[in-house]
């Protein structure tokens, strides 16, 4: 009875305390929905990733002292050339993916997706050199991306 009530108890502490603090919140990124043009002609905007050459948006972390949709319209800039751009205040969805950290493990990130009405797109552009880019409508970018809640995302614009 005693070795029963122990192990209720140590079960109790293992699923209520110390399980819950080894569970690590997902990380949090923004990415930039970049299009132009208006219905049939709506354009999306995508890129390669640098190590996976996987189409994806442009995304990354947040940047002290921007607001999140003003840290997606940087990603923007650096990894796809979006020069003049203007990125809506709230986003228009989120997805979850699991990044892969140069020791080999995956986290869960949570990604908020601001969508970003491109003006201008430079050549001369920061990391032109590491990813291509590419213009798609939804039908294609549905296609190209892995991320099943990303499918969806532009399947709803």
Request: with cysteine.
């Amino acid at each position: 009875m005693v070795i029963l009530e122990l192990k209720s108890a140590l079960n109790t502490i293992w699923e209520e305390y110390l399980f819950p603090l080894m569970q690590r919140p997902k990380a949090l990124q923004v990415a930039a929905l970049c299009h132009r043009g208006n219905g049939e002609a709506r354009e999306y905007l995508l890129v390669t990733s640098r190590h996976s050459g996987r189409w994806i948006l442009p995304k990354g972390w947040p940047i002290t002292g921007l607001k999140f949709n003003e840290a997606a319209l940087r990603e923007a800039w650096e990894e796809a050339g979006v020069r003049h751009g203007k990125a809506k205040k709230k986003p228009v969805g989120a997805y979850t993916y699991q990044k892969k950290k140069a020791t080999g493990l995956e986290i869960p990130v949570e990604t908020l997706v601001y969508s970003v009405a491109v003006k201008d797109l430079s050549e001369d552009y920061p990391e032109a050199s590491e990813r291509n880019r590419k213009w798609v409508k939804a039908d294609d970018a549905v296609e190209m991306v892995n991320e099943a809640q990303l499918k969806s995302i532009f399947l709803h614009q």
